[in-house]
């Protein structure tokens, strides 16, 4: 059965993501077979609301569905302005939650992204 690749996306505080970190890091030096987890976490809520908006996840599942794809194309088949595409793309390969393939076109490589965030601490 192949793997899924997955993200966890949530908020966090430094500490917190540190001790992950170490505990990962003297996993895979231990166990057998653990390729480790990707993370990405945010500050606060805002931050995270910040960088995945509505029309951003959008822009995700469109090249998850869809497949690569240059910005040009991708305004199309979302029907928005390219400009806001571009900024709105750009903003998602710099969290790196998009990546571009050998032909340099814009990729979704996460099979499942998870996110988590507490509303009340």
Not at 5 to 25: L, M, S
Not at 54 to 67: M, V, W
Not at 78 to 86: A, Q
Not at 92 to 100: C, F, T, Y
Request: negative net charge; without cysteine; charged residues 30%.
């Amino acid at each position: 059965m192949m793997e899924k690749n997955n993200i966890n996306i949530g908020v966090e505080d430094a500490n917190r993501g540190y001790k992950r970190f170490v505990d990962a890091w003297n996993r895979a030096s231990t166990e057998e077979g653990y390729h480790g987890e990707v993370h990405l976490n945010f500050e606060d809520f805002a931050m995270l609301a910040a960088v995945l908006t509505p029309k951003r996840l959008e822009i995700l599942k469109t090249l998850r569905r869809s497949g690569p794809m240059n910005v040009r194309a991708l305004s199309q088949v979302v029907e928005r302005d390219y400009k806001n595409v571009h900024v709105d793309s750009a903003a998602l390969e710099d969290a790196g939650l998009i990546q571009r393939d050998e032909e340099g076109l814009m990729i979704a490589p996460w099979d499942v992204i998870d996110a988590h965030f507490r509303l009340v601490a």
